[in-house]
């Protein structure tokens, strides 16, 4: 049986190919960055927006101070926030779903509730798939952590 003699330099590449590589390593992270930071940014908008709802329906700011406090600590790229957010969403997708199937509430008389809940069902799931899957959140929230 014969073996093939491999050398260093059929391995490697050009000084010039290297960083060509690496400039579009560079880029690929840096749109990933982005994209992550967009997302993130929008979930935690919509996080605080949620919260000042609340806290304006209920008259509860403690709720609106726990939102803020969590959509920060999302920013900067806490992970069991992250995970935190994402099984959120993913119980308010089964919470709308035992509503919408026969839960207490009648939407007969007002069927654009039916509307309102399959939009935010749309959102949370977006979201959670998003939180979980996501590899733009993923290299987002890492740089958060290490700089």
Not at 81 to 93: D, Q
Request: proline letters at 1%.
């Amino acid at each position: 049986m014969m073996f093939e003699k491999h050398t260093n330099e059929q391995d490697l590449k050009s000084a010039p190919d290297q960083q060509v590589a690496f400039e579009e390593f560079e880029r690929k992270q840096n749109r990933l960055y982005q994209k992550g930071k967009v997302i993130v940014a929008a979930i935690a908008i919509v996080n605080v927006a949620d919260g000042i709802l609340s806290a304006v329906i209920r008259l509860n700011l403690f709720i609106l101070i726990v939102e803020i406090a969590l959509s920060i600590a999302l920013f900067s790229g806490i992970t069991w926030v992250r995970y935190l957010f994402a099984t959120g969403y993913a119980l308010g997708i089964l919470q709308f779903l035992f509503l919408l199937l026969g839960g207490t509430v009648d939407f007969s008389d007002a069927p654009q509730y039916i509307v309102l809940m399959l939009i935010l069902m749309a959102i949370n799931l977006a979201s959670c798939i998003l939180l979980f899957k996501s590899k733009s959140i993923t290299e987002f929230m890492y740089s958060q952590r290490n700089g």
